[in-house]
């Protein structure tokens, strides 16, 4: 009899299935009484007995290797103490070697590692946000498929089900990122040599793939330059955004900020200082710090840089430029040649292979090889073209090849070129059957290709995994977990091993692939995360010669040419689901929520977009910047985006950015920005010549800071004084005024003026330093500096609080090196559980970032894009001596602490906002709204409070989360110094200079910004403020602010045209 | 009867020049029953329920507000980063100096003899404190967090902690909740004796019992009379500084701050003679159309209007003075950010606000140097109205207007309201008109005893009427 047939009861009942069994059976808890009907004694054994139980709930059984916390506490760990760990994350399949802040288990916070080279202890926004990224509740949990709960074990179950009748692997293909990780390499091996037939593509949307195909058209071989800024007294930048998205960005921009740092006392004065030229096809912040930029269209990159390496070598074929870029071009080339050695070109990720070709040329004509630059063997394990690859993965599934496709990362749905039509070719099918039968997507979001997978497999976050990665350099770092995954995840590494039938701990596959390493030295490698002696050897490459006549003809340049560039937060889009770098303003442009399509003034009058009604008339612009949509057609294919009018854009490009418009991704990601991946195809991904209208539909663009005139629009002879900038000449020639915008200043002291003039040359340094300040109007104007009407320096009535023997905390922000990366504005977010408002919120002035980062255009001539300079200027709390918003709060909520600073005490604020209206700088923070809870209002935002959100655990436990109704602002980190404070008591001691770094510090990959004690005379906070060139922001009002900065000194070629006066400075226009 | 230019004055008490201000035959009891007549009614007229209904609306959508908000927070308003003080701080100010013109009536007027004030200082008084409960309402609900606005109140606490007192807002706490103590309690005084006198009146059970107890046991003897008296000039002594006092503390708020169009010398001042200008504004406004429903024109007398009218004129003038001498320092001094202010409210976003403002405020007032003006009901009240605009902007382009404007151009902003900030203002309105009409019928309007007092005293100046016995 067979099993089913058999009937099995328990009673009558059961058999009968009455109504009153029916109802026994589904009710959890059968005849229980009400709360009214037990007794008290009976209530508190109940509750006991759930108490003892509910701590069985948190029982799983274990499967083997898990990160579990400390059954009982090490001897040298304490509660509520935090823990660094050692690990990488990877960008681009470029390694950033990173120092994990762990409280009790669960990461809290990400800092660069000073041992990795290519961070040095600084990061950028995108490691900065990794953390949340961890945490995101939208991230994928679940094995899926087709849209149903499944496990892992299904799936590999349905890929062996198909490998039996090909167990060679024949019609198995994987599509992967660029591979850069000696271990997934490892893996990739073994896996195809476990499964030969099967072959492995690779896509990026961002790739090395121009690098390789020009350093293989000059060298033979495709290799990776790694650049040394540290040599380099001239860089050029051939449309190289290396400050902020090239590989090794980080590493770059220490390395040029440290030949920048324009200081009194250095050994020769500005001797050393370098010198930033850029040609760029979009204006980037490389170009906003540039010393000199020229601005063109993306093909006309190839035809400058054709022409420079005609100048310095004097070869023939050059193509004909426009007057204005020849004589440029004939200062760099005199520039570069008097710098032979020490000089640098560097060729744009974005570029042809013919300018990297090009540019390598001219680096090896400058004697650069060894001394600037030096090749590497590729980090990609298997350098292939990714078009190509991504092709020849599209022909053999059209053709039917393909019976299983294992996507294991990227999101090749949403960012592969659009003439490929990869979404159409995933769904398509010959009769009833589908071209390519098993379709797997791993990935840490559900995104648009896991959409059009059978399989959605989950992906876990490189702080969950064990990996390695190879840094900018080719040096090797190690991954490892920081905590035990949250959900059933797995890494491209352990799923290839499965998929080999090879399984093993991903642990144990890492470490078998440095398997010479002794057991000592792999622990020593981790607690580094790097590991000695793997970085890669500079080969020794000789170029072929001229390689005008090997590249072919020039490039011809259509009228308007669309420019694909990685957003500035989001990338390639991977980033979007990123709330934190959504709501981060991009750099220069401020915009937030959203990307744009950007364009120069002068390209917004000739395309139509705006009236011609002057050719600097910024009102013009702000009025039609981020107001309507722009229809972008690149072949046929065609996309509406928002415009932007950015003075300083190239004319006639139109710069897209990746990474928006997400269709899915998690809830932050979606809708989200414009998708412009359907006008980037295979034919150009980079830039193409494209054609443009305007739509005249609506789209308000936001962003946080409105154009406004800096000057006086009463008396345009007026200035705010809010940013200072000079030369180096001026700065180095002590008989000048340093500032040259000082000499326009209609109402500055005549009598100061003739006082400097009197001043002989050679005096002590001490007196050119003060008679430098006096030349500035608002420090003579300073009631705090000591003159002869003031012989106290006092700056009140009341005498001064002695600060004696204290610590004095104190900032000082370096506008020289200061790039506008914003890192210091998520750094500051991640560290001080700054809550996100959303869009809606942001475009009413609500944003909540305790530091900002303005931006200010300098031009005398608004639609000439290479007169356009911009500053940068980072804004924290300024501290002040006499802070204006201390004395308005009516309950005492806002005080001065006796170490100078200004605290705010979250638990006493009720929420009069007078101190923010009384801050001069607006600093202050306001919690309009619950940010921090449930949908706040409609906005997209982050929910801490939801029951069982992971992002309990993203918070730092040293800072307080604030409710509604509450002020806030930048700390200065007072968590850190305290917590060094308290080290340094329990050792009897000082503290140390730099002991204490705050959050923007540590982040900041220039060093720009320096924290320390004032009443320490050798601090270096104390040795910068005593620079000539430092000021304070509107001490005229008396504020004494103690965050101060170091102005901007750039160094010009003096035979290119000066740079632009700041008399002339606007920022875009007003509203 | 002798011609008024006739008499001399017999008490050197009295104005100079004495006036009548009752105008037609009167006698004590015909005073009485015209004023008491509207309030002794158990069938109040219809304008009377519509109105009442009418408010009671907007009463209930200012719940509504202040529920939304204290259940979401400030951020249902418009405010944002720089403009942290927006309606809440310009409705604030806006109705603590509608509630001038009471104190400065009931007060000043009584210390300086001046006996016309005996027909308008009731309602005015009425007014101020129902316009100061709605100016209150708003620094309380503005607070982010307005469950810990007691922390703005010195208590004895286990914290230990006491306001801060560097901040105008606590010098406001103070300032406010003397001003509406003392209102209440000169208010309340003055009416007791009209209160007794309803009290006699009354018919119904409900009447005599709720007037009876409010009366205070008032029986009109001679030592009540000296009390009453007493008490009268004592609080009109306490509260003449007060008129002064409370906006030039509110004005602290901005001149103590050092935002651009704040920090100016000039408010105390200014800030004083625009609430005399828009608490009398205010009181033309419903004065003048409850003075014809009510029926009490022979006691508000044109000559009334044509008083209030001058006083309107004269705080005007000082107004629109503290708007050129504005102007005026910003060119003159040269500074940067004071021009940069001065530019935006000519030439900014906002500048319709700003002509409006000198519309309302320095143009329109102007039309009561003519007499025809002032004593013609439908202009006079077209005027009040708008120099009530014209105050409330005045309160916006000091607070908006210069808070999107300071320092630093990257911080600068654009501030528009909610429908909430609407909600809320509105609520307060209706919350007003709605005390007013409650008053009005349930106390009388014009003030009973000082009116025959006044009727005693004209009989002294200016002789008994023959037709009607009453001395």
Redo the contacts between chains.
Sequence with gaps: MDMSEKKLFKSYAELAQTDEYVRWRDDEFPDREGLLDIDRRDFMKLSAAGMALAGLAGCRPLSERKAVPFVRSAEDRAAGREYFYATTLVRGGCGLGVLVEQHEGRPTKIEGNPNHPSSLGATDVWAQAEILNLYDPNRSQLVRENGETSSWDAFYDAFRTLLKSAPDGDGVRLLMPPVTSPSVGAAIQTFLTARPKAVLHQWSPLSQDSAHAGTEKLFGKPVDAVYDLSNARIVVSLDADFLLTMPGSVRYARDWANRRRVRRAAPAPGAEINRLYTIESSYTITGASADHRLSAKPTDIENIARALYAKLTGASGAPTLATGASAFLDELAKDLAANNGAAVVIPGDDQSPAVHALAHAINARLSAPGRTVRFVEPGQVRPESGVASLKALIDAASAGQVKALLILGGNPVYDAPADFKLGELLLSSVGDKEKIPLRAHLSQYEDETSELCHWHLPESHALESWGDARAHDGGVSLIQPLIQPLYDTRTPLEVLAQLADRPALARDLVRSVYSTLTEPAWQQALEAGVLPLIGRLPLTLAPKGDVLSLLGPAPTSAAIEVNFRPDPTLLDGSFAPNAWLQELPRPITTIVWDNAAIVSPKTAMDIKLMPAYGDSDAVNIAQYSGRQKLKVTVGGQSVSVPVWILPGQPNGVVTLYLGGGRARGGGIAEDVGFDVYPVRLSSGLNHAGAQVEPTGEMWEVVYTQPHHLMRSEFEESANRDIVRSSRLDLYQSKSGEIFDKVEHHDFTDTGAEHHEAEKPDGEPDEVVADWYRESWKYETQDPSRKNDANKEGYSSLYPEFSRKGYNQWAMSIDLTTCIGCNACTIACQAENNIPVVGKDMVGRGREMHWIRMDHYFETPAISDPDAVESHFLPIPCMQCEKAPCEPVCPVAATIHSHEGLNQMVYNRCIGTRYCSNNCPYKVRRFNFLKWTQADALGAKGLDFYREGTPLKMLANPDVSVRGRGVMEKCTYCVQRINEVRIDAKKESREIQDGEIVTACQQVCPTGAIIFGDLNNPNSKVSRLKAESHDYGLLTDLNTRPRTTYLARIKNPNKALKPMPTLEAATEGGEH | MATLNDQRPTDKRTQIRPQNFIEGRHDYESITDIIARFVLNPRPPIWWLVTVGFSLIFVGVMFMAITWLIL?????W????????AWDIINFVWWIGIGHAGTLISAILLLMRQSWRNSINRFAEAMTIFAVMCAGLF?LL?????W??Y??FPYPNILG????T?????WD?FAVSTYFTISILFWFLGLVPDIAALRDRATSSFGKIGYGLACLGWRGSAKHWHRYEQATNILAGISAPLVLSVHTIVSF?FA????PGWHTTIFPPYFVAGAVFAGFAMVLTFGLPLRSYLGVKDFITDKHLDWMAKITLATGLIVFYGYILEMFYAWYS?N??E??L???RL?G?YKWFYYALLFCNGVTPQILWWNKVRVNVKMLWIVSLIVGIGMWLERFVIIPMS?TR?????????YSPTVWDWGLFLGTMGFFTFLLFLFIKFLPLINLFEMRDLLHKNHHTFGHDDKKEAH
């Design positions: 979401n927070g400030t951020g249902i418009g405010n944002n980063q720089p403009t942290a003080w620094p503005h607070t982010g967090r307005p810990l606005d922390w703005l902690m006491w306001p801060q560097r901040s105008p807002l606590l706490v708020d103590v701050g050092i935002v040269g940067v950010y021009l940069g001065m530019y935006h030439f976003p808070l300071d320092f630093i151009p990257s911080s600068w902003g654009y």
